[in-house]
């Protein structure tokens, strides 16, 4: 693959080096995203939560959450430009919400960087923002640690139903959280395609205006 010159002098500034929790950060902390810094360790811990409570294999779930957000270093209006570059399909809603792109980068560098090869693994960090039609039980973990453990300061809403919901189940968590998605009061920017699919799977109609 034909790399842009910007992921090109970020691969060879930053090797692989230390064991991958602080090749992260040390990233994360060179680019300047101390909330992401700051976010990534604690959807760490309970991704390898939820997946030793739910039978997932752990170091997966460990692998997808260290490094979900890593495509986060690159700013939004750089993020069109690069999925364009790297040949990756990117959807109309994404050059809306060029943001929303951050998962596909976050698996390029996944693979480039850290030489991550697992398509599980990659997989579960692609989707980790909107889900999919065909969640793994590893996508669900990734999702929702990573929407327990928001970026977005103090606890989120929806916490405690939705770890009322996880008590019952991994499907029950996660057809809860697409459930609320789907909510207005979810003032989600855009509904990706992912998500709208994820959605679909679950038999969930989305608020008018949202599908
Ligand atoms: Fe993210
Ligand atoms: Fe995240």
Redesign the pocket.
């Known amino acids: 693959m034909n790399l842009p010159h910007e992921i090109q002098s970020l691969l060879s500034a930053f090797s692989k080096a230390q064991d991958l929790a602080g090749d992260v950060d040390h990233l994360l902390a060179a680019f300047g995203r101390e909330i992401?810094r700051e976010?990534?360790p604690r959807?760490t811990r309970l991704a390898e939560k939820l997946a030793l409570q739910f039978g997932v294999d752990v170091q997966a779930a460990r692998t997808a959450a260290l490094l979900?957000?890593i495509g986060g270093v690159f700013r939004y209006d750089q993020m069109v430009p690069l999925c364009e570059a790297l040949g990756l399909p990117v959807e109309p809603e994404e050059r809306r919400v060029p943001m929303l792109l951050h998962a596909k980068l976050s698996v390029v560098l996944a693979r480039e960087w850290q030489g991550i090869t697992s398509p599980e693994v990659l997989q579960a960090i692609r989707y980790?923002t909107t889900l999919h039609g065909q969640s793994t039980a590893l996508d669900q973990v990734v999702f929702l640690a990573?929407k327990l453990e928001w970026?977005q300061g103090g606890q989120p809403p929806y916490f405690a139903a939705l770890s009322a919901a996880l008590n019952e189940s991994l499907e029950t968590g996660t057809r809860w959280m697409l459930s609320w998605m789907a909510l207005p009061e979810a003032k989600l920017l855009i509904p990706h395609p992912d998500l709208r699919e994820a959605w679909r799977s679950y038999g969930i109609a989305p608020a008018h205006g949202m599908q």
Do not use: L, N
């Open positions: 992401t976010h990534v959807v979900h957000d980790h990573d970026d």
